[in-house]
T-cell receptor, first 117, second 114 residues
C-alpha cells in the first residue's frame, strides 16, 4: 500500500522559534496533501489543503501566516509553525491523495507531536 | 456542508463479544465513507471504505461496516473483539460534490476488556 512519511515524529522547541514538519509520499505521487491538527482526545481538524505548485487553501480560522505550507513537489509538503507558542503544541498529521491507482483514497502519515515550551 | 457524528465517546466490550461503533453522516452528494483506527501517538490506519456497490464492506483485521442510505449510517462492526482492538476509531465522509476533503467524526474510544 501507499506510504506517507512524516518527520520529525516528535519535536520540542522553545517559544518564539519556528518548526518545520515534512510530509512525504514515498511510493506515489500526491497532487494534494492535507494537514490536520489533533488536540488530546479530540478529532482531527483540517487546517489546510496543499496543492502541488500552488498556494495552500486554509480552513476558516487557521492563520496562514502562522502555519506556512509549501508543496514544492509531487512527493513533499511541509508545514512550518512560525514563532511557535505553547498553544501551538499539538499533534499534526498529514495525509496525501494518490493520483495513481488508488486515486481518491487518502493515506496518512504517522503524525508529528509538537511541544512548545 | 458535510458532517459526521459518532454518538458514543467510548464503547466498552468484553473480549470475544461483538463490537459495534456507530456513525451517521450528512452530505449533499453521494458519500464516500471511511473508517480509520488510531493507536496512541500514531497516525491513522485505514480499516475500510464504502464507495459504491455492496452495502456490507469488509475491511482489515476482521472489521466490517454496513452502509445504510435510508438511515445515513455506516456503523463499524466486528463479530468477536480482541484486547488489541482497543484504540480510537474515526468515521469519515467525503462528499463527492466537495472534492477530496475528508470530514471526521469526533472519534470513539474502544476499550476491550479481557
Amino acid at each position: 500500500g501507499a506510504v506517507v512519511s512524516q518527520h520529525p515524529s516528535w519535536v520540542i522547541c522553545k517559544s518564539g522559534t519556528s518548526v518545520k514538519i515534512e510530509c512525504r509520499s514515498l511510493d506515489f505521487q500526491a497532487t494534494t496533501m492535507f494537514w490536520y491538527r489533533q488536540f488530546p482526545k479530540q478529532s482531527l481538524m483540517l487546517m489546510a489543503t496543499s496543492n502541488e505548485g500552488s498556494k495552500a487553501t486554509y480552513e476558516q480560522g487557521v492563520e496562514k501566516d502562522k502555519f506556512l505550507i509549501n508543496h514544492a513537489s509531487l512527493t513533499l509538503s511541509t508545514l512550518t509553525v512560525t514563532s511557535a507558542h505553547p498553544e501551538d503544541s499539538s499533534f499534526y498529521i498529514c495525509s496525501a491523495s494518490d493520483r495513481g491507482k488508488n486515486a481518491g483514497e487518502l493515506f496518512f502519515g504517522e503524525g508529528s507531536r509538537l511541544t512548545v515550551l | 456542508a458535510q458532517s459526521v457524528a459518532q454518538p458514543e465517546d467510548q464503547v466498552n466490550v468484553a473480549e470475544g463479544n461483538p463490537l459495534t461503533v456507530k456513525c451517521t453522516y450528512s452530505v449533499s452528494g453521494n458519500p464516500y465513507l471511511f473508517w480509520y483506527v488510531q493507536y496512541p501517538n500514531r497516525g491513522l490506519q485505514f480499516l475500510l471504505k464504502y464507495i459504491t456497490g455492496d452495502n456490507l464492506v469488509k475491511g482489515s483485521y476482521g472489521f466490517e461496516a454496513e452502509f445504510n442510505k435510508s438511515q445515513t449510517s455506516f456503523h463499524l462492526k466486528k463479530p468477536s473483539a480482541l484486547v488489541s482492538d482497543s484504540a480510537l476509531y474515526f468515521c469519515a465522509v467525503r462528499d463527492t460534490a466537495a472534492g477530496n476533503k475528508l470530514t471526521f467524526g469526533g472519534g470513539t474510544r474502544v476499550l476491550v476488556k479481557p
